[in-house]
């Protein structure tokens, strides 16, 4: 039962342009959304992340947006640059006391230079 | 390096062996996650512990695989008597206490061949 969804495989997205990486999820206990960032052959590194009593979030480059009445996030990294290829993993947390991540499948991202 | 430790990164063994994977978590950490991933799958939680307790085995399979995490060391994920299907990258994460409104970060990942 996959609670997390990204339903696109793969994006591609010229330098300098905006990604947008999606994300869904089925469980209206979640309350904590995280974004993770995964090059080859290395663990998930921590991106950003939205509690749920907000609806954005922005670091820098890279913003995420949560829309609960759709159970829906998103990912917007402008510009995008050559060094933001990787795949890209939603991940959320609940409050029912499990203290374990739902992934995603996740979302390979290249930028092309 | 002050991050998530695993060690070793890469591990062969054959079927019926036993696998052992380590994991030191980040200094203050006293929360530990593994997770693993099959190939084009995301990361699927397998077990949390804090030290000297499991809290939640949920994702665990109910044989062959064990978790602990001692007083003192690494927490060791172990798998007996290996099969094919276990062959899989083993993440382990940590978190100053409990997720849910911290991240856990993540180490280098364990990937375990089984022949």
């Known amino acids: 039962d996959q609670q997390v969804k990204q339903n696109s495989p793969s994006l591609s997205v010229q330098e300098g342009r905006i990604s947008i990486l999606n994300c869904d999820y089925t469980n209206s206990m979640f309350d904590y959304f995280l974004w993770y960032k995964k090059y080859p052959a290395e663990g998930p590194t921590f991106l950003i992340s939205i509690s749920s009593i907000k609806d954005k979030n922005e670091d820098g480059r890279f913003t995420v947006f949560l829309n609960k009445s759709a159970k829906h996030l998103s990912l917007h990294i402008v510009p995008s640059q050559p060094g933001d290829s990787a795949v890209y993993f939603c991940a959320a947390s609940g409050k029912t006391g499990a203290n374990n991540l739902f992934f995603g499948t996740g979302t390979r991202l290249t930028v092309i230079p | 390096n002050a991050g998530v430790m695993q060690n070793p990164r890469h591990l062969v063994r054959r079927r019926g062996q036993e696998a052992r994977l380590r994991c030191s978590p980040m200094?203050?950490?006293?929360?530990v996650y593994w997770y693993r991933q099959l190939p084009e799958e995301g990361l699927k939680f397998m077990v949390y512990l804090q030290k000297e307790n499991i809290i939640d085995e949920s994702g665990m399979p109910k044989e062959r695989f064990s978790a602990e995490f001692p007083k003192e060391g690494p927490s060791i994920l172990r798998i007996q008597q290996v099969v094919r299907g276990d062959s899989a990258a083993y993440f382990c994460?940590?978190?100053?206490?409990?997720?849910?409104?911290?991240?856990?970060?993540f180490g280098p990942g364990t990937r375990l061949t089984v022949t």
């Open positions: 994460a940590s978190s100053p206490m409990a997720s849910g409104t911290y991240e856990q970060y």
């Open positions: 200094k203050g950490h006293s929360h």
